[in-house]
T-cell receptor, first 117, second 115 residues
Framework: AQTVTQSQPEMSVQEAETVTLSCTYD???????LFWYKQPPSRQMILVIR??????QNATENRFSVNFQKAAKSFSLKISDSQLGDAAMYFC??????????????FGTGTRLTIIP | GAVVSQHPSWVICKSGTSVKIECRSL??????MFWYRQFPKQSLMLMAT?????????EQGVEKDKFLINHASLTLSTLTVTSAHPEDSSFYIC???????????FGSGTRLTVV
């Protein structure tokens, strides 16, 4: 079974600075999807960024980018120019490819990010 | 974008009663819906996977008779907590696959308090 590990329960960063959240995973599959989700105090899960394992290029969404190291099974999230609205719980998640017929997400334990004004 | 509407957002019920939570996909067809439970300051725990027109698949340790899931249409899935007890108090979230490059959309969650 796949497992997702987030080794940083809490992180903090000064506003406008850059922070990196770590995520590692374990799988025997060669093709899969990786996600970062944000859960603010409202508890609504919001997709931050998505990476397809067969793509070598790291995904980027505005101030959010990932460092995807497939061989190392690492998928870190970098937030640049941190803003107060970035304060949230961040979850890393893994999903098998569709053709396996199992679409469920496996979540990490989360990292609580605090933004210091 | 794809939206999943979840209701109610919060509910308080008496011990022994049943509570139904609904999740509707508003602008897409959700053939598969996922139901999660989240305890305070913890991650999401998958409870079950529901497929339209068939029985739900429950994760190990989840009581099928307590957490009834119905997915009668491509746009509606429901979770009924039967004979609720205080230990069932939690945050419940549904999610659906949009089928677009592996994306998922989540409902806004339901906070259940059993008194």
């Amino acid at each position: 079974a796949q497992t997702v590990t987030q080794s940083q329960p809490e992180m903090s960063v000064q506003e406008a600075e850059t922070v990196t959240l770590s995520c590692t995973y374990d799988t025997s599959e060669s093709d899969y999807y990786l996600f970062w989700y944000k859960q603010p105090p409202s508890r609504q899960m919001i997709l931050v960024i998505r990476q397809e394992a067969y793509k070598q290029q790291n995904a980027t969404e505005n101030r959010f980018s990932v460092n995807f190291q497939k061989a190392a099974k690492s998928f870190s999230l970098k937030i640049s120019d941190s803003q107060l609205g970035d304060a949230a719980m961040y979850f890393c998640a893994y999903r098998s490819p569709l053709y396996f017929g199992n679409e469920k997400l496996t979540f990490g334990t989360g990292t609580r990010l605090t933004i210091i004004p | 974008g794809a939206v999943v509407s979840q209701h109610p957002s919060w509910v308080i019920c008496k011990s022994g009663t049943s509570v139904k939570i609904e999740c509707r996909s508003l602008d897409f067809q959700a053939t598969t819906m996922f139901w999660y439970r989240q305890f305070p300051k913890q991650s999401l725990m998958l409870m079950a996977t529901s497929n339209e027109g068939s029985k739900a698949t429950y994760e190990q340790g989840v009581e099928k008779d307590k957490f009834l899931i119905n997915h009668a249409s491509l746009t509606l899935s429901t979770l009924t907590v039967t004979s609720a007890h205080p230990e069932d108090s939690s945050f419940y979230i549904c999610s659906a696959s949009t089928g677009r490059g592996g994306g998922y959309t989540f409902g806004s969650g339901t906070r259940l308090t059993v008194v």
